[in-house]
């Protein structure tokens, strides 16, 4: 018995030992296996808690995220919106501009004294300039002065050599302005010698009485006063007529030279060539603008180094929150949140995309996701020719005016920022019929952008079109003196009374046909309340610039601002 159970033992043995080998071979192909899934599974990302990259093919938007699926897809098409409404504003017809003086408002002749002359030295680029030209022109009619064409800024960040009569037709000027203001040339001689200004400064906004107060009776003593860094220098809050001469001097007698116009017009011919509409977006996506603006835009280290190492040359810039800078709305879109909200707003792939910008940080790498949404980006270096462009290419202020031009004339003008030339173009479009022009109300916007994986395109859509009620350029969206009066010239808009009275005795029934009026008189009380509330913790005249800048913008000092000497104009980098 004993010896049969030893034979049993070693015949169980020699079993074992035959299925070593197999255990072997089966456990080194499971770890094969899992050595190939390892190497081929992707790895985990990491998101960005304020950008989350996506990545699109020609329909769709698909989420890199590793463990859960997105439902957030982009459409092809634009979705369920009229295209009537993409490219007109529904209340347009019952609105104009209007800046002809009244009755009460004198003639230049009778009001304008000799030996008093006013000029200025502008500041910042093209745009932030003509601010300060359209204002210096009641300045001097405040002064019962004559105004001396001005000078135009050639020293500042944007280092532009032109002169005043190589950007605007300057004997338009002088003469659409002759019934307003006298404007000269050259300060007149005095004895064979020519007169020298006397120098100073006003504060910043600066009223009627202000300047009555403060520059009077210095140009009454020495004849002739230039008043420095002449920008935002004048109130929003003026008497009607100098409101409306604002309007004349600025939408009619500001005229860019023959070269500028015919070679923007160019650009403007090329663009409708290509299509029915087209869409213009100004783009502020420079890597400076970025660093001063403080805020993050998921690049990680790599740019947080890059950034910050510019924003070292800002002495003054104090650290702050890039969280809270984006929750305020104070940080520019990022060019695929722009193409998302176009988007969602029912512009659909195949539109036309004119893009006037700078040098945008990133690059083509920025640009891409732009690019796959709306495949068809240009600008005026892809459409002109370098032989065309070389008049304008050595000079900002003219290549801006060739942006200004086409961006104008679009069909849709949107921008990223809320710098001078989206303000002026916003105002500008108003005054001429109300054209469609869409500022994004980014403090809205932030949330939907950082939480859009979670929700389908539908309801990104939906909300998007929620949120920019206000803010798409139709009539009475913002309060007469809010904001910048060059964005919000109300004074200057007339209504037809006798036809929108008409539209009111319409029945107000919601029908295929009534529609438009019925939304119309509902989304105007939307719109007016949205607006007013993203408004309503802004001082009338500032810009979202950050609570660290606002010292800038509401400088009153006269002569010592603090960052003239020793490190770039900040406000010259929000200028254009």
């Given at each position: 018995?004993?010896?049969?159970?030893?034979?049993?033992?070693?015949?169980?043995?020699?079993?074992f030992?035959?299925?070593i080998p197999?255990?072997?071979a089966?456990?080194g192909?499971?770890?094969?296996?899992?050595?190939?899934?390892s190497?081929?599974?992707?790895s985990?990302?990491?998101?960005?808690?304020?950008?989350?990259?996506?990545?699109?093919?020609?329909?769709v938007?698909?989420?890199?995220?590793?463990t859960?699926?997105s439902v957030?897809?982009?459409?092809i098409n634009?979705g369920?919106?009229?295209?009537?409404?993409?490219?007109?504003?529904r209340m347009?017809?019952?609105y104009?501009?209007?800046?002809?003086?009244s009755?009460k408002f004198?003639?230049?002749?009778?009001?304008?004294y000799?030996?008093?002359y006013?000029?200025?030295?502008?500041s910042?680029?093209l745009n932030?300039?003509r601010?300060?030209i359209?204002?210096?022109?009641v300045?001097?009619?405040i002064?019962n002065a004559?105004?001396?064409?001005?000078?135009?800024?050639?020293k500042?960040?944007?280092?532009?050599?032109s002169?005043?009569?190589?950007?605007?037709?300057?004997?338009?000027f002088?003469?659409?302005?002759?019934?307003d203001?006298?404007?000269?040339?050259?300060?007149?001689?005095?004895?064979?010698?020519?007169?020298?200004?006397?120098r100073m400064?006003?504060?910043?906004k600066c009223n009627?009485?202000c300047?009555q107060?403060?520059?009077?009776?210095v140009?009454?003593?020495?004849?002739?006063v230039?008043?420095?860094?002449?920008?935002?220098?004048?109130?929003n809050?003026?008497?009607?007529d100098?409101?409306?001469?604002?309007?004349?001097?600025?939408?009619?007698a500001?005229?860019?030279?023959d070269?500028i116009?015919?070679m923007?017009?160019?650009l403007v011919?090329?663009?409708?060539?290509?299509?029915?509409h087209y869409?213009?977006l100004?783009l502020?996506?420079?890597?400076?603008?970025?660093?001063f603006?403080?805020c993050?835009?998921?690049?990680?280290?790599k740019?947080r180094?890059?950034?910050g190492?510019?924003?070292?040359r800002w002495?003054?810039?104090h650290?702050?929150?890039?969280?809270?800078?984006?929750r305020?709305g104070?940080?520019?879109?990022?060019p695929?949140?722009?193409?998302?909200?176009?988007?969602?707003?029912?512009?659909n792939?195949d539109?036309?995309?004119?893009?006037?910008?700078?040098e945008?940080?990133?690059?083509?790498?920025?640009l891409a996701?732009?690019?796959?949404?709306f495949?068809?980006?240009?600008?005026k270096?892809?459409?002109?020719?370098?032989?065309?462009l070389?008049?304008?290419?050595?000079?900002?202020s003219?290549m801006?005016?060739?942006?200004?031009i086409?961006?104008?004339?679009?069909?849709?003008?949107v921008?990223?920022?809320?710098?001078?030339m989206?303000?002026?173009?916003?105002?500008?479009?108003?005054?001429?019929?109300?054209?469609?022009?869409?500022?994004?109300?980014?403090?809205?916007l932030?949330?939907?952008f950082?939480?859009?994986?979670?929700m389908?395109?539908?309801?990104f859509?939906?909300r998007?079109?929620?949120?920019?009620?206000g803010?798409?350029?139709?009539?009475?969206?913002?309060?007469?003196?809010?904001?910048?009066?060059?964005?919000?010239?109300?004074?200057?808009i007339?209504?037809?009374?006798?036809?929108?009275?008409?539209?009111?005795?319409?029945p107000?029934k919601i029908g295929?046909?009534?529609?438009?009026?019925?939304?119309?008189?509902v989304?105007q009380d939307?719109e007016?309340?949205?607006?007013?509330?993203?408004?309503?913790?802004?001082?009338?005249?500032?810009d979202?610039i950050?609570?660290?800048?606002?010292h800038?913008?509401?400088d009153t000092?006269?002569d010592n601002?603090?960052?003239?000497?020793?490190?770039?104009?900040?406000?010259?980098l929000l200028?254009?």
């Amino acid at each position: 018995m004993a010896t049969h159970r030893r034979r049993h033992r070693h015949h169980s043995h020699n079993r074992f030992r035959l299925l070593i080998p197999a255990i072997s071979a089966i456990s080194g192909s499971i770890l094969i296996v899992y050595a190939l899934i390892s190497l081929l599974a992707p790895s985990p990302v990491h998101h960005h808690h304020l950008l989350r990259r996506t990545e699109l093919n020609e329909s769709v938007v698909v989420d890199d995220s590793p463990t859960v699926a997105s439902v957030f897809k982009v459409p092809i098409n634009g979705g369920m919106v009229s295209d009537r409404s993409l490219w007109s504003t529904r209340m347009s017809k019952y609105y104009f501009g209007c800046s002809n003086a009244s009755n009460k408002f004198p003639k230049v002749e009778t009001v304008t004294y000799p030996n008093r002359y006013l000029l200025i030295a502008t500041s910042g680029g093209l745009n932030q300039q003509r601010t300060g030209i359209t204002d210096a022109v009641v300045a001097a009619r405040i002064l019962n002065a004559t105004l001396v064409v001005p000078k135009l800024d050639q020293k500042s960040f944007w280092k532009d050599s032109s002169t005043f009569s190589e950007i605007f037709d300057v004997d338009w000027f002088i003469s659409h302005l002759s019934k307003d203001v006298k404007v000269i040339k050259e300060l007149p001689q005095k004895g064979g010698k020519g007169l020298v200004p006397y120098r100073m400064r006003v504060p910043r906004k600066c009223n009627e009485r202000c300047y009555q107060i403060r520059v009077l009776p210095v140009i009454i003593k020495k004849k002739a006063v230039q008043l420095g860094k002449f920008d935002y220098r004048l109130s929003n809050k003026l008497d009607t007529d100098l409101q409306k001469l604002r309007c004349r001097v600025n939408y009619h007698a500001l005229k860019f030279t023959d070269p500028i116009i015919e070679m923007g017009q160019r650009l403007v011919n090329r663009m409708r060539k290509m299509g029915k509409h087209y869409v213009a977006l100004h783009l502020r996506f420079e890597p400076d603008m970025l660093a001063f603006s403080g805020c993050y835009y998921g690049g990680g280290e790599k740019e947080r180094r890059e950034l910050g190492k510019i924003r070292k040359r800002w002495k003054t810039l104090h650290s702050n929150n890039p969280d809270k800078e984006r929750r305020q709305g104070r940080c520019p879109l990022t060019p695929e949140e722009v193409g998302l909200m176009l988007r969602a707003l029912g512009y659909n792939k195949d539109v036309h995309l004119y893009v006037a910008s700078g040098e945008v940080y990133g690059g083509d790498d920025t640009l891409a996701p732009l690019r796959a949404l709306f495949p068809n980006i240009h600008s005026k270096d892809t459409i002109a020719t370098k032989q065309e462009l070389e008049p304008f290419s050595a000079f900002s202020s003219r290549m801006a005016a060739l942006d200004f031009i086409v961006c104008d004339e679009s069909d849709m003008f949107v921008t990223n920022n809320n710098g001078n030339m989206a303000k002026i173009l916003a105002g500008r479009r108003r005054y001429f019929g109300h054209k469609p022009t869409i500022r994004p109300n980014a403090k809205k916007l932030y949330r939907l952008f950082l939480n859009r994986e979670n929700m389908t395109w539908g309801e990104f859509s939906s909300r998007v079109r929620t949120h920019q009620r206000g803010y798409m350029g139709e009539p009475k969206e913002v309060r007469p003196g809010r904001g910048e009066f060059h964005e919000n010239p109300a004074a200057c808009i007339c209504e037809d009374t006798e036809a929108k009275s008409k539209l009111d005795a319409l029945p107000r029934k919601i029908g295929k046909n009534n529609a438009d009026v019925d939304e119309t008189a509902v989304d105007q009380d939307i719109e007016t309340e949205s607006t007013e509330s993203e408004l309503s913790d802004q001082d009338e005249d500032d810009d979202l610039i950050g609570a660290q800048f606002q010292h800038l913008a509401n400088d009153t000092s006269v002569d010592n601002d603090p960052l003239i000497s020793d490190s770039p104009e900040l406000e010259e980098l929000l200028s254009d």
